[in-house]
């Protein structure tokens, strides 16, 4: 494994590969698209950014790319890449996915809500009837 995700090329969009990745544009913005390397990787391959061929795979996926595959390795942000594993997992694995970022996204900041309703003066079992906590976690949460 490594850190990095890879940008591929697909040989041809027949090929079993081409269930593989993500195209970028179908990710948005990626950083890494604008840096003179993958520029000039582009051109030298004589492809466009908006290439159906071209690919990205996260770091973790990268193994699958085949042997004679053209690739470059690029880095991407914590945001991008949860785009690209997003965007390249199957339907029904994306919607999960999307509930745990809202989960986590509710969640987030949870340890300094329940001491804010604590110092508030909101008791500690109010507190866990309405968060669904419990008892013990919120009053540990001091």
Do not use: H
């Amino acid at each position: 494994m490594t850190d990095d995700a890879y940008l591929f090329l697909l040989k041809d969009l027949d090929d079993p590969a081409a269930s593989l990745g993500v195209p970028p544009a179908a990710v948005g913005q990626l950083a890494c698209m604008d840096t003179p390397a993958v520029r000039a990787w582009l051109d030298a391959q004589g492809v466009s950014a908006t290439s159906a061929k071209l690919r990205v795979l996260p770091p973790d996926e990268t193994a699958a790319i085949p042997e004679q595959a053209e690739r470059l390795p690029v880095p991407l942000s914590e945001e991008e890449l949860s785009r690209v594993r997003q965007q390249s997992a199957p339907e029904r694995i994306a919607r999960v996915e999307e509930a745990l970022l809202a989960y986590r996204d509710c969640t987030d900041g949870r340890d300094a809500l329940l001491g804010r309703a604590l110092a508030a003066g909101v008791p500690v079992n109010r507190i866990a009837e309405l968060t669904g906590e419990d008892p013990a976690a919120v009053a540990a949460a001091r």
